[in-house]
């Protein structure tokens, strides 16, 4: 019986998977006042930096799960914030720059330095009037080039030095038909050459030069640009089409290769983002839920349930360890949820941990085993002559304990008496029934019953 158990357990163990293949949980942050508006991890995935109406910037640490510091403006000038991005290179020893814009037409870039943990603001730039908010930003860090776009056709690309100091290159304006719309998303495309600009209400795809600003190609997509994503190698491109849920890109083409569709009622803006290595596409909806993707599937592979109407906003990182996808609400008290799944690397890993373990429980397993073989000999005899005396010891307990009995004796009366009948009942057991009574064999204990 134990060797039948020790296999069934060895069974189990062998079908037991360490680690999911898919998101779960990680962390929620909650605390926070008006919608989010946008998310960005840095680099490495080590902190989330999160934005809203609130006027502020959070600075979250993904590994101990807390708000590390908050970033807001004594002067109350900043307006809302509306984009934000990390700057600076993958390297260890670099510093940890970000810049975000507001709705005021501010440009602010804040800085960490390796020996201060504390965040310092290092720069404050108008980059638009008072009355054109920031509406996009996007980085590149092989030329180290920030672009910013408006809420009216502006466009401008500076040059960031590691001081925080902005060059300004150049500005356009990406007006149509004289008409000003919204640059919604700006993107950097073929290895920092070229810059990407999406319109809002026309769906135009404008290419410029980034050197000399000027234009290369513009295209009209399918449908309008509520958010466009490019993938890691530039090759892919994820825009919300503002109507049916998202739409796949192979650039520069202009006509949708693939769709992924989303119900949606009513008309709002959301994110939707690439990730695992742009093998997977993660799209927000109005209705409270995150929907993953794999780049031909129309049904999701997932569907994360953030809660509340609207998660509008999302940003993913993916490392040798996990995948990490971080959403927000659109709520008055909203919250951010950070998603988690092992990479392949870590599910390798865990898979050569796990054959390593199960190795080594084989080899204890058959050393005991042979042990057991060798030595029974010696031990099997001296088993086997405990087990036969634990069981004439059972056997003799059973014996000595039997089921008592019950003797009821004729009644015997001193007197007649109409009115009253002694009834004399005697219980004990058989080996005491010799001491229990007297030498004339009568009961030395009775009990009477007097029938009314």
Known sequence: MLITLLLKGFKYFLKATPHSNVYVKYARFLGLKGPINCLSFNHDGALLASSGNDKTVHIWDVSTKECKEVLEDPGQQWGQVTCLVWLGGKVKEDMQQLT????RGFLIIFCQNCT???????????????????????????TSC????????????YEVGRNGTMLRLWASNVESDGNAYIASSIHFYNSGCKLLIFILETGEMICRDVESGKEDWCKVLKS?????????DGQLLLIENLVRGFDLYHLPCSSPSHSFPILTNKRCIKDGVFAEGSSVVVCGSDHGEIYTFSLSSLEPK???????????VQTTISNKDCHLIASGSSLECSNIIIWEKPSMHSRKQADNDKGH????????????????YWSSGVWLPHTLKMAQ???????ATADQHDTPQVHISNARYSTWDPSSTQVHVGITDEDDEDKEMDEDGEWNSWNSLDTL
Not at 100 to 103: D, I, K, P
Not at 117 to 141: H, Q
Not at 146 to 157: D, M, Q, R
């Open 100 to 103: 975000f814009g507001t709705g």
């Open 116 to 142: 201060n943990t504390a965040m310092v603001e290092i720069a404050t730039m108008r980059v638009f009037t008072p009355s054109d908010p920031v509406e996009a930003v996007d980085y590149d860090i092989q």
């Open 146 to 157: 920030l672009a910013v776009s408006s809420h009216h056709s502006n466009v401008t690309l």
């Open 224 to 232: 309008g640009v509520g958010h466009a994503s490019i993938s890691l």
């Open 302 to 312: 997932q569907v994360l349930k953030q809660g509340g109407k609207n998660t509008e």
């Open 357 to 372: 373990r199960t190795i080594i429980m084989v080899l204890n397993f058959l050393m005991i085993l042979t042990i057991a």
């Open 389 to 395: 005396s634990a069981l004439i010891t059972m056997n």
